[in-house]
């Protein structure tokens, strides 16, 4: 069951698995019915009635549920969630929000408030005022663009500015405005423009860029628009 009007807060049911998937955006489910059983990066997690949890960006998960369940899911790349932590700081407050919300559906006006009343119910009183580690972005670009023939991923970027991948993919979305995987592609198709208009040949580039062949940058190249 879908949210109306793609608001980010839907009604979902669970059953058999299909795979794991990860995402550039947190998502925070609360049981409604049945029993959702999870694996969130290889660690086993049960979500019944009332029980809550938060997945982080980047964070490869898993769902099955298999007599059924049903579950509030609010996906958000709001800032304020790498705040937060995996469990609610008020999980009663959490569980009667999500209880209220599934009787209210589809109404609007509440779907509307919804995002902002389970923020304010799930992170820690203290949890905005958290200091915030930098991140030089154009030093970072720069370091990114020095290893761009090597595999590099979220972890490898997170490492590089001293933050988890989830507080990394969450900083990312906010500053650049796209998920990491994004960012690093944007930087590696930027840069092998720059090359092949100084005149590199498309192999050169490939090879320099991290292309698995020529044909793979030159298609790349072209739905990017370059």
């Given at each position: 069951?879908?949210?109306?009007?793609?608001?980010?807060?839907?009604?979902?049911?669970y059953?058999?698995?299909?795979?794991?998937?990860?995402?550039?955006?947190?998502?925070l489910?609360?049981?409604?019915?049945?029993l959702?059983?999870?694996?969130?990066?290889?660690?086993?997690?049960?979500?019944?009635?009332?029980?809550?949890?938060l997945?982080?960006?980047?964070?490869?998960?898993?769902?099955?549920?298999?007599?059924?369940?049903?579950?509030?899911?609010?996906?958000?790349?709001?800032?304020?969630?790498?705040?937060c932590?995996?469990?609610?700081?008020?999980?009663?407050?959490?569980?009667?929000?999500?209880?209220?919300?599934?009787?209210?559906w589809?109404?609007?006006?509440?779907?509307?408030?919804?995002?902002?009343?389970?923020?304010?119910?799930?992170?820690?009183?203290n949890?905005?005022?958290r200091?915030?580690?930098?991140?030089?972005?154009?030093?970072?670009?720069?370091?990114?663009?020095?290893?761009?023939?090597?595999?590099?991923?979220?972890?490898?970027?997170?490492?590089?500015?001293?933050?988890?991948?989830?507080?990394?993919?969450a900083?990312?979305?906010?500053?650049?405005?796209?998920?990491?995987?994004?960012?690093?592609?944007?930087?590696?198709?930027?840069?092998?423009?720059?090359?092949?208009?100084?005149?590199?040949?498309?192999?050169?580039?490939?090879?320099?860029?991290?292309?698995?062949?020529?044909?793979?940058?030159?298609?790349?190249?072209?739905?990017?628009?370059?």
């Amino acid at each position: 069951m879908s949210s109306p009007a793609a608001l980010p807060v839907s009604l979902r049911d669970y059953g058999p698995s299909h795979g794991s998937h990860a995402h550039q955006h947190h998502q925070l489910l609360v049981g409604l019915e049945g029993l959702l059983e999870l694996e969130i990066e290889g660690r086993g997690q049960r979500v019944a009635v009332g029980d809550a949890v938060l997945i982080s960006p980047g964070d490869r998960h898993d769902f099955e549920s298999p007599r059924g369940s049903r579950c509030l899911v609010l996906d958000s790349a709001h800032p304020a969630w790498a705040t937060c932590t995996a469990q609610p700081h008020r999980p009663a407050q959490v569980a009667a929000l999500a209880q209220y919300l599934a009787q209210a559906w589809p109404q609007p006006v509440a779907l509307g408030h919804a995002p902002a009343l389970l923020l304010e119910a799930w992170r820690a009183p203290n949890a905005a005022q958290r200091p915030r580690r930098a991140i030089d972005w154009l030093a970072l670009s720069h370091w990114v663009q020095a290893r761009l023939d090597n595999p590099l991923g979220v972890t490898d970027l997170a490492q590089q500015v001293h933050l988890s991948p989830s507080q990394f993919a969450a900083r990312c979305q906010e500053a650049q405005g796209m998920g990491p995987l994004a960012w690093l592609r944007s930087l590696r198709l930027s840069h092998a423009r720059a090359l092949r208009d100084a005149g590199w040949s498309v192999q050169d580039t490939a090879r320099r860029t991290g292309y698995r062949s020529p044909s793979a940058l030159t298609a790349a190249l072209r739905r990017a628009g370059f």
